[in-house]
């Protein structure tokens, strides 16, 4: 593998990129602790837990993102991170407030159907149930 000063990532979300570009250092959390990458560390793939993820530009900008659960995979100069929530903040302060708010929105919904996918799935055990029965 060569040497080189950058590498590109990706950021992805289940509907949409949150972030594709030229970085030159990357720092996330991990099932076993945080850890940072440069353009050349070794190829691996990670679990990422909830935690902040910073990524460093070419030209020395920081861009912070929350973000929930996820993988990372490094290959070559390339990594590529899928979560399952995300979102960017401008600094460490403001990405709480934004985490909270979105993150919290997030789960009432999934909480609101899940429960309607229970009731269906209730509905169709009983309507099964019914067609077991023998007929008069």
Do not use: W
């Not at 929350?66 to 899928?82: M, S």
């Amino acid at each position: 593998m060569s040497t080189a000063a950058e590498m590109t990532a990706s950021l992805r979300l289940p509907t949409r990129n949150l972030y594709q570009g030229r970085v030159c250092k990357l720092y996330a959390v991990a099932e076993n602790g945080a850890f940072g990458m440069l353009p050349n560390h070794t190829d691996f793939i990670t679990a990422l837990v909830p935690s902040v993820l910073i990524l460093t530009k070419v030209d020395g900008g920081e861009l912070i993102f929350g973000i929930d659960e996820g993988i990372l995979v490094k290959k070559g100069h390339r990594v590529d991170v899928a979560v399952r929530r995300g979102v960017r903040g401008d600094d460490l302060a403001s990405i709480r407030g934004t985490v909270y708010r979105d993150f919290i929105a997030m789960d009432e919904d999934e909480r609101v159907a899940r429960s309607a996918l229970s009731r269906l799935e209730a509905g169709m055990v009983r309507r099964f149930a019914e067609l077991r029965r023998p007929m008069p």
